[in-house]
């Protein structure tokens, strides 16, 4: 089986900057588009940002020029940094990939158990 662990998240001031970790572990044999979502209460999740095998990135525009995504492959890890947070960006925050696992022609998606962010003074 394949686990996603993050770690990274916190309590933050308004401006401040926080760096999200998501760890894949298991019988991997490769990883494809890997995602962070988030979700605020009462509100549905979000796709925050991804980031393709080719490393090709997208963000929603809330986010653009603030958060960067990346990868980083012989770890199988993948990461968000968050710089110039803001309370709206309040959230429990998710990983999310797309996996191919040794033996198995087939790719499946796997989610994270999710940390919480906060942003408040």
């Known amino acids: 089986q394949v686990q996603l662990v993050e770690s990274g998240g916190g309590l933050v001031q308004p401006g401040g900057s926080l760096r999200l970790s998501c760890a894949a572990s298991?019988?991997?044999?490769?990883?494809?588009?890997m995602y962070w979502y988030r979700q605020a209460p009462g509100k549905q999740r979000e796709l925050v940002a991804g980031?393709?095998?080719?490393?090709?990135?997208n963000y929603i525009d809330s986010v653009k020029g603030r958060f960067t995504i990346s990868r980083d492959n012989a770890k199988n890890t993948f990461y968000l940094q968050m710089n110039s947070l803001k309370p709206a960006d309040t959230a429990v925050y998710y990983c999310?990939?797309?996996?191919?696992?040794?033996?198995?022609?087939?790719?499946?998606?796997?989610w994270g158990q999710g940390t919480q962010v906060t942003v408040s003074s």
């Open positions: 980031i393709t095998s080719g490393r090709s990135t």
């Open positions: 298991g019988s991997i044999f490769s990883i494809n588009g």
């Open positions: 999310n990939a797309d996996v191919e696992r040794v033996g198995v022609p087939a790719t499946y998606n796997y």
